[in-house]
């Protein structure tokens, strides 16, 4: 059974830094590709990063390039999302998602999500 299980959100001051973890289990990174969503309220979920572990590809959506770092540790079987200089308009539900292929860049791509985590940015 796929499970994705996400960790290390919390609330922070704008401008600070947090590191998000998504644990998978249930499969190996080895053809599947992870992604990274957040979903803030009255908002569609949007796609923030994505990797692919085996491959080394990454994805950045503009709003975050050059702020946001996603990496894997192939070992751990976890993928994790390092958000500096965050902004208010970053906090969201975030949630990390699977799908089969290299770099997924459509929320239907992805067949298993975990529960998310809440990040919350003050200004």
């Known amino acids: 059974e796929v499970q994705l299980v996400e960790s290390g959100g919390g609330l922070v001051q704008a401008g600070g830094s947090l590191r998000l973890s998504c644990a998978a289990s249930?499969?190996?990174?080895?053809?599947?590709?992870i992604g990274w969503f957040r979903q803030a309220p009255g908002k569609e979920r949007e796609e923030v990063s994505c990797?692919?572990?085996?491959?080394?590809?990454?994805y950045y959506a503009d709003s975050v390039k050059g702020r946001f770092t996603i990496s894997s540790d192939n070992a751990k079987n976890t993928v994790y999302l390092q958000m500096n200089s965050l902004k208010p308009e970053d906090t969201a539900v975030y949630y990390c998602?699977?799908?089969?292929?290299?770099?997924?860049?459509?929320?239907?791509?992805?067949?298993?999500w975990g529960q998310g985590t809440q990040v919350t940015v003050s200004s």
């Open positions: 249930g499969f190996t990174f080895d053809d599947y590709a």
């Open positions: 998602a699977v799908g089969l292929g290299q770099l997924l860049l459509h929320r239907d791509d992805y067949d298993y």
């Open positions: 990797i692919s572990p085996s491959h080394g590809s990454t």
